[in-house]
């Protein structure tokens, strides 16, 4: 295995970079080749920046290698719409990425931490903990992953969704580095409103967010409009209460001007009564909000079943009734146990 605690070429942002090829004697202009070589095509490794010479080329894989992860398997879903990759890092963790085809768009589905501390019961990841958190440069390329395996199609990515494992708002300065690096014109250019971050609520981590200048979109993870129920579900609630969550939303939603996704993921007889959908239309209070309703996806770690069309509908009634605009979202990667934030390490690093 190669050392693992050195610095790897996607943990670097494009000023950084620059500054060790000045230090280098190159210039700076070869920095943006390079970072235009590994973001806007994708590169594998110092071999495909052919315009830069051989002996920077030489020192850049020997002191800031471009680590690729290996692919150890790959599901595809029958319809092939979905598929799913097992990708090994560097100290021998794996991770798994999803790739979503929909008919005008490609989404890149991929996690913030190795597994999560939140413990939310009906989640996969939460039922197995934190291992680890990930870096910059370990979400960016689980992203770089995806894109290379589409350019060879003659396809691109379109979508980032952060809502594989882990809690991104607890892994804030990587994951936002991730972000930017991403987003960065001279490079990837990936577009920020196609870029969501999925968070189960940390409000002093919304906040945060509310005062970058980014134009991602964002997500929270509600399930439940209640404190008691919420703590059941979501036990981080028993440290942040629903009115700082729902400060915090409020704070961001004026700051940014951005409607915030509220993320349900509806359980049957648990939060997919009309009750909890009232709870949550007073909580609101003209908060501008999309709620997603989510199908609950089967975990081994807990019992809670999928809710029946019937409750569904009646749920959605409330919400109607009041027009708090919402969707069901379409249940994606079943087959394939790919529904985003069902992701789980199901195999022991080597
Ligand atoms: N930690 C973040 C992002 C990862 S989870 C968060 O909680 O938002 C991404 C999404 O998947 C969350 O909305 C989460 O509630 C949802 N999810 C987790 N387990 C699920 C399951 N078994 N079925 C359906 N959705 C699930
Ligand atoms: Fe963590 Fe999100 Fe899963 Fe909760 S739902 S345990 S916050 S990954």
């Known amino acids: 295995m190669t050392n693992t605690s050195s610095i790897r070429l996607y ?3 494009l000023p950084v970079l620059e500054r060790l090829l000045v230090r280098w004697g190159a210039d700076r202009a070869s920095a943006r080749a390079v970072w235009r070589v590994i973001y806007r095509d994708a590169a594998v490794g110092v071999d495909q920046m052919t315009g830069l010479a051989p002996s920077l080329r030489s020192r850049l894989a020997a002191e800031v290698p471009l680590y690729v992860p290996t692919v150890l398997a790959r599901e595809e879903a029958p319809d092939g719409e979905t598929r799913k990759d097992l990708l090994e890092m560097e100290d021998g963790q794996r991770i798994e990425v999803v790739l979503l085809r929909y008919r005008d768009r490609r989404s890149a589905c991929v996690s913030t931490q190795l ?11 939460g039922q197995s903990g934190l291992v680890r958190q990930l870096s910059s440069g370990e ?6 992953h995806l894109q290379r395996e589409l350019a060879a199609r003659g396809e691109r990515l379109s979508n980032l969704v952060l809502m594989g494992m882990g809690e991104p708002l607890l892994n804030y300065d990587e994951t936002i580095a991730a972000i930017r690096r991403l987003a960065d014109p001279r490079g990837m250019g990936f577009v920020q409103r196609r870029m969501t971050l999925s968070t189960v609520g940390i409000p002093p981590g919304i906040r945060r967010l509310a005062h970058e200048d980014l134009r991602i979109r964002l997500a929270v993870s509600l399930h439940a409009a209640t404190d008691d129920l919420r703590d059941e579900l979501v036990p981080i609630n028993r440290r942040h209460r629903l009115d700082e969550l729902f400060a915090a939303m409020r704070e961001y939603v004026v700051r940014t001007g951005q409607r915030i996704m509220l993320e349900w993921v509806l359980i049957d007889e648990v939060n997919d009564t009309p009750q909890e959908a009232q709870a949550l239309v007073d909580r609101l209070d003209g908060l501008a909000v999309h709620v997603n309703l989510i199908r609950l996806n089967q975990t081994q770690g807990y019992t809670g079943r999928a809710s029946d069309p019937a409750a569904i509908d009646a749920f959605s009634a409330v919400l109607d009734r009041v027009g708090v605009p919402h969707t069901l979202r379409q249940r994606r990667g079943g087959a394939i146990a790919a529904g985003c934030g069902q992701l789980r390490r199901r195999n022991s690093p080597r």
């Open 11 to 13: 943990d670097l942002d």
């Open 139 to 144: 979400i960016v390329a689980q992203v770089l």
């Open 115 to 125: 597994g999560c501390a939140c413990g939310c019961c009906f989640c996969a990841t």
